[in-house]
């Protein structure tokens, strides 16, 4: 097991977008076309938050800003809803 960091308390993943076993991109794993008609639809959320010294970046499926907010909080990530994903380029 890799040593914990004193200033998040858990483990992000060097490869994955996963902290401490949480995923914190929704979108991971889905293809550039079916990540655009997410974004064009509305429901997909930027999302930040800071580990490791660091900033990291995911996105969030939800329904309304409100709703991102809620999945961001029950993460318990410290993550930050930061806008709203527009399009994704190849």
Known sequence: MRPLSPSSGFHVDPSR?????????????????????????GVVFCSEFKANDRTYGGCIIGTSWPHAEEIAFGRGLGEEVIGVLVKVGE
């Open 17 to 41: 977008p996963v902290a401490d076993g949480i995923r914190f991109d929704d979108l991971d794993g889905l293809e550039t076309p079916e990540r655009n008609l997410l974004a064009a639809r």
